[in-house]
Nanobody
Framework: QVQLVESGGGLVQPGESLRLSCATS????????FGWYRQAPGKQREMVAQ??????NYAHFVKGRFTISGDNDRNFLYLQMNNLEPEDTAVYYC????????????WGQGTQVTVSS
C-alpha cells in the first residue's frame, strides 16, 4: 500500500505560480511511476505530468509551464506550476503506479487549484 497526501493548492490569479506537494508513505518503492493528474468539473481526469526513474513526461497543455520533481527517498513529489491559466482550474491528484506484477494505482485525496481574476 502507498499513501499519498497532497497540499499546496489554492486560489491564484492568471500568470501566477503554485507549487503542489505530495507526501508519500507506505511501500513507495513498489511504485514505478509517480505523477500528477487533474480533473475539472464535468471533465475526465487527465494526466498532467509523470516521473519514472528520472524520466519525465508532460501533457501537451503544460507547454513548458509545469515541472515535476521528487526527492531521492521518494518521500515527496512536487509539481511547480508557473504562468497559470484559468483553464488550469481543477482538482489535482497525486498518483503512484505499480506496474509489476500487477498494475495498481494509488491516489491522494486531491487539492483544489483555482485560477481566476
Amino acid at each position: 500500500q502507498v499513501q499519498l497526501v497532497e497540499s499546496g493548492g489554492g486560489l491564484v490569479q492568471p500568470g501566477e505560480s503554485l507549487r503542489l506537494s505530495c507526501a508519500t508513505s507506505g511501500n513507495v518503492f513498489s511504485a514505478d511511476v509517480f505523477g500528477w493528474y487533474r480533473q475539472a468539473p464535468g471533465k475526465q481526469r487527465e494526466m498532467v505530468a509523470q516521473l519514472s526513474y528520472g524520466r519525465t513526461n508532460y501533457a501537451h497543455f503544460v507547454k513548458g509551464r509545469f515541472t515535476i520533481s521528487g526527492d531521492n527517498d521518494r518521500n515527496f513529489l512536487y509539481l511547480q506550476m508557473n504562468n497559470l491559466e484559468p483553464e488550469d482550474t481543477a482538482v489535482y491528484y497525486c498518483n503512484a503506479k505499480q506496474t509489476y506484477p500487477t498494475v495498481i494505482d494509488y491516489w491522494g485525496q486531491g487539492t483544489q487549484v483555482t485560477v481566476s481574476s
